[in-house]
């Protein structure tokens, strides 16, 4: 079946650097769009970055923009997220979601489960 | 600051129908068809209700519909049932190619 399984959280100091993965299974990752999504803890959702499905383009929102990297590996069917420079407004769950399509434009149609990432000294 | 307006929350009785609004702008739910709702159940994922403004993904009950006008979009749930109570978000794509989240509405059924 379709399946998004994030890892890579856990407690960071301020101003340190991690690395998530979302491992993908059960559909074409190469031919898909795929998206980073937080959530702080008790708030809504954000959207963080985007990458094409081929991995030429890549979109960022301002609050990471410069501090984070989205790419991915077709070969290992896994999406990062490299977070350098973090600060603790970074503290959230992360989602990585497929989008529908190879769009940009196409909505949010498949959901991991989280990785929770703690910013604090 | 949420880039869409929503309201912090909504309730209805079981059987009931409701509506959740989203505002934005221009640059995001008037300029595209492209709006989306999500579903979430505390603890949990999101859950993708509607696509493309009005379109439901395979799965999703016929009770959730939803519409736009000008730059608000709006979700209608019907007939309301207890499983229905979650958070709902409304997001958009925008002008930059990025996408923007409401700040989400809590659904209570009486």
């Known amino acids: 079946q379709v399946q998004l399984v994030e890892s890579g959280g856990g407690v960071v100091q301020p101003g340190r650097s991690l690395r998530l993965s979302c491992a993908a299974s059960g559909f074409t990752f190469s031919s898909y769009v795929m998206h980073w999504v937080r959530q702080a803890p008790g708030k809504g959702l954000e959207w963080v970055a985007l990458?094409?499905?081929?991995?030429?383009?890549?979109y960022y929102a301002d609050s990471v923009k410069g501090r984070f990297t989205i790419s991915r590996d077709s070969s290992k069917n896994t999406l990062y997220l490299q977070m350098n420079s973090l600060r603790p407004e970074d503290t959230a769950v992360y989602y990585c979601?497929?989008?529908?399509?190879?769009?940009?434009?196409?909505?949010?149609?498949?959901w991991g489960q989280g990785t929770m990432v703690t910013v604090s000294s | 600051q949420p880039a869409l307006t929503q309201p912090a929350s909504v309730s209805g009785s079981p059987g009931q129908s409701i509506t959740i609004s989203c505002s934005g702008t221009?640059?995001?739910?008037?300029?595209?068809?492209?709006v989306s709702w999500y579903q979430q159940r505390p603890d949990k994922a999101p859950k993708l209700m509607i696509y493309?403004?009005?379109r439901r993904p395979s799965g999703v009950s016929i009770r959730f519909s939803a519409s736009k006008s000008g730059n608000t979009a709006s979700l209608t749930i019907s007939a309301l049932q207890a499983e229905d109570e979650a958070d709902y978000y409304c997001?958009?794509?925008?002008?930059?190619?990025?996408?923007?989240f409401g700040g989400g509405t809590k659904l209570t059924v009486l």
């Open positions: 493309d403004v009005t």
């Open positions: 979601a497929q989008g529908g399509g190879n769009a940009e434009s196409d909505a949010f149609n498949i």
């Open positions: 990458i094409s499905y081929d991995g030429s383009n890549k």
């Open positions: 221009s640059n995001d739910i008037g300029g595209y068809n492209y």
């Open positions: 997001s958009s794509y925008t002008s930059s190619t990025t996408w923007v």
